[in-house]
């Protein structure tokens, strides 16, 4: 099959893969520091953002439909798992 223009591109230039390594190593700094911030520095409150949400929907319920409000009992709350919790993949 013969070859058309349209299927050739020409690479990229040498300065524009530099600028794209520099970008993409920053990007992942960044990531780097997002996910240091969600999984390790955010961990102890957001245990406590679990205990309260579970207190609120035992004594409180929630919305079940419209105005109607359903309190979940004990028994039917999850345990949770043993694993850690990871926000940021």
Known sequence: MAKRVQDQKPGPAADVK???KENIQEQKQRHAAIQKEMNEDLAPQ????????LEIVQTKGFNANGDQRRVI???E?????????KVVY
């Open 73 to 75: 009992k004990a028994a």
């Open 77 to 85: 709350v999850p345990k949770k798992p043993k694993r850690a919790d």
């Open 46 to 53: 957001r245990e406590r953002w679990y205990r309260e949400f």
């Open 18 to 20: 530099a600028w794209l």
